[in-house]
């Protein structure tokens, strides 16, 4: 069972072989276990596929239940949303018998509805209550989750990008920066287009961190992304109190202020927790931008 401690026997991961997802887009893109969907935007839908087998014999026995009358179901559930908790939720429901044992999961999703990111989650439940459990610590009550995978898989969109250029930073700053691994430039008018007033240098003469970033390297990547959310939200917070971070009504940040903004109320909740927290315990400021750059790390 994946990240759950229940109050009844579950299913252990070695009774059923699940094979990554399969993400196709509308456009003939492909993604094998991604954990970003690039090129993707609402009018974009989306085909998802994965393969299930079960040894459905091991399954019943790990729970102490009867193969007659036990009756097992996967429910796939896919959610959209930013953060770990979707905001909207469609669900697919598959039974399970001693004769199939094999589940394809073949789901068309229509683009429009997503924002953020995709939460796919697989379960396994009873699928009805189980009159004469064979252990007083079986699964007994119709919908009890006995095995359970969860996914989150990014999509673009949710924030504007920027552009990112390999440098030589000695030749561009001058000589006294040709070790700095990175340089962030930034035109400090926040109600101007993000995309057009962000540029991310990488240091040319560093050589292996340029190579790692232009891989895409996770940790890497969530380094720089945690210093570029840093430089930009600081910047923003500095320009004072009486300043309003411009709101989007729900539409997609595309101003230097909107982004800075989405990123302070992804982190904290509102602009005005996050100005408190920077005030006044500015390590845990920081930490809390380093997590959020995890769920940012893709730039252009």
Known sequence: MRKAV???????????????????????????DPEYVDEWDNGTDL?????IEFDIRK???????????????????????AGSIPVERWQHRYSLDVETPVLVVELDQAGEPLADALHIQTSVILSRSIANPQSPISPVHEGSIVWQDKKRIRLEGDVSRFPVSETDL???LGQEWKDALWYLQV?????????SSVRLHVNSRQKEFASRFRQGDSETVQVV????????????????DEWEFEATDGEEATSLGQVAGHWLE????TVEAARQTHRHAP???????????????DVE
């Open 6 to 32: 229940l109050p009844f026997l579950t299913i252990p991961d070695d009774a059923i072989r699940i094979s990554p997802w399969d993400i196709q887009l509308s456009t003939g893109k492909q993604f094998n």
């Open 225 to 240: 992304m945690a210093d570029v959310i840093s430089q930009i939200t600081t910047g923003c917070l500095g320009l004072g």
């Open 47 to 51: 085909k998802l596929h994965r393969t």
């Open 187 to 195: 035109d400090w008018d926040p109600a101007a287009a993000f995309d």
């Open 170 to 172: 000695g030749r561009l």
């Open 283 to 297: 390590g845990r400021f920081h930490a809390y931008l380093n997590a959020l750059a995890a769920q940012n790390g």
């Open 266 to 269: 992804s982190a904290f909740g």
């Open 59 to 81: 399954c019943l026995d790990s729970l102490c239940l009867p193969q007659e009358g036990t009756e097992l179901a996967v429910l796939v559930t896919i959610g959209t949303g």
